[in-house]
T-cell receptor, first 112, second 114 residues
């Protein structure tokens, strides 16, 4: 059973701080990794994806991947109250017809 | 506007009464899927379809059926709903199997089975 683990939170950070969201995965052969944001009562939306070891930056968001440690993270700089949401980590095991595996999500609360 | 639509958005029903949740996308996507989301359990895939007439089970298919007769539609059928199927359901689509990470999610259907 391929697993994706996230701390459920809530993770509370003050406005303007860096929020760090973490995710570990069990399938060492996984090739691609995604972060979705889900506001309460809404559907998930893709905000970042990363395929290679290292960092990938997009505006205030940075995804970090370490395949050796089977660890992927999302950093949100200058956190805003509008970033308050649940963040879902998803992993593509890339083995045959296996679909994306989602973590249970981390709830982030940015305090003004 | 590119979108995935689901109907109904909210549904209260009783045990054993067959129901269908419709899903439609206007992006000519090949890949479509259904998820359920429950507190503490996250997003779990029920069924997916890589193209017309091609469907396969996800992680939690028991008690559900799907069909993919046309590319744009992927209805979810509960033949005999039970209270443990009370959940928030999402339909999603993407251009192809290989681009499933860029799935577009529908707005969700909140189902309560009494």
């Amino acid at each position: 059973q391929k697993e994706v683990e996230q701390n459920s939170g809530p993770l509370s950070v003050p406005e303007g701080a860096i929020a760090s969201l973490n995710c570990t995965y069990s399938d060492r052969g996984s090739q691609s990794f995604f972060w979705y944001r889900q506001y309460s009562g809404k559907s998930p939306e893709l905000i970042m994806f990363i395929y290679s070891n290292g960092d990938k930056e997009d505006g205030r968001f940075t995804a970090q991947l370490n395949k050796a440690s089977q660890y992927v993270s999302l950093l949100i700089r200058d956190s805003q109250p509008s970033d308050s949401a649940t963040y879902l980590c998803a992993v593509n095991p890339n083995s045959g017809n296996t679909p994306l595996v989602f973590g249970k999500g981390t709830r982030l609360s940015v305090i003004a | 506007e590119a979108q995935v639509t689901q109907n109904p958005r909210y549904l209260i029903t009783v045990t054993g009464k067959k129901l269908t949740v419709t899903c439609s996308q206007n992006m000519n996507h090949e890949y479509m899927s259904w998820y359920r989301q429950d507190p503490g359990l996250g997003l779990r895939q029920i069924y997916y379809s890589m193209n017309v007439e091609v469907t396969d089970k996800g992680d939690v298919p028991e008690g559900y059926k799907v069909s993919r007769k046309e590319k744009r539609n992927f209805p979810l059928i509960l033949e005999s709903p039970s209270p443990n199927q009370t959940s928030l359901y999402f339909c999603a689509s993407s251009d192809s199997w290989g681009s499933q990470e860029t799935q577009y999610f529908g707005p969700g259907t909140r189902l309560l089975v009494l």
